[in-house]
């Protein structure tokens, strides 16, 4: 079977989508944190009574611990 220029048409190119300026999901990307991470954060600040804007500046301040659970010591 004889291929035709017609056969190889160009895919279109994906753009990958980057958060807007200013959303969540660009601030935790910016610091490296899960987004998930940092809503929770923000939810229990506000839940103890700190209004948003301020409950995100400090939920972003904060450093990023390790996830999961520990992993045993060996003793050998």
Same mark, same amino acid.
């Not at 839940?47 to 948003?52: A, F, K, L, T, V």
């Given at each position: 079977m004889k291929l035709t220029a017609r056969d190889f048409r160009p895919t279109p190119c994906q753009k990958k989508s980057e958060p807007n300026m200013g959303t969540? /999901?660009?601030r935790a990307k910016a610091i490296g944190m899960p987004v998930g991470t940092l809503k929770t954060r923000i939810k229990k600040l506000m839940? /103890?009574?700190?209004?948003?804007e301020r409950a995100i500046e400090i939920a972003l301040s904060r450093p990023v611990g390790p996830q999961g659970r520990p992993r045993k010591p060996t003793h050998r």
């Open positions: 969540l /999901s660009q839940d /103890s009574g700190i209004e948003r």
